[in-house]
């Protein structure tokens, strides 16, 4: 019988791993922004096909930039905020 073991501790080991850590440096932004854009989609109660009307794009074109595979310029954040009722800003935070 195999033994399930705990998310945390698993995090935990990748957290520890230089490599895991490197990538997780380097997408995290990226992640971070897809987030915030499926976020507002859903806090607004629309669909991907909906926001992709109001943006006049495809529906595949959203679910990239929600899943952070595609890069948006800055014109393109701006009409997905829009298009969700909301309104794009840009925000430097300290280094931890």
Same mark, same amino acid.
């Given at each position: 019988m195999s033994k399930t073991i705990p @998310?945390?501790?698993i995090a935990e080991a990748w957290k520890r791993d230089a490599s895991f850590r490197?990538?997780?440096e380097r997408i995290g932004p990226a992640m971070?922004?897809?987030f915030a854009l499926a976020e507002a989609r859903r806090d607004a109660g629309l669909t991907q096909a909906k926001v992709s009307r109001l943006m006049r794009t495809s529906q595949a074109a959203v679910?990239?930039?929600e899943s952070g595979r595609a890069k948006p310029t800055w014109e393109t954040i701006e009409? @997905?905020?829009r298009a969700v009722g909301r309104r794009a800003v840009v925000k430097l935070e300290p280094v931890e």
């Open positions: @998310f945390g501790e490197a990538e997780y971070e922004l897809a679910a990239r930039l009409r @997905f905020a």
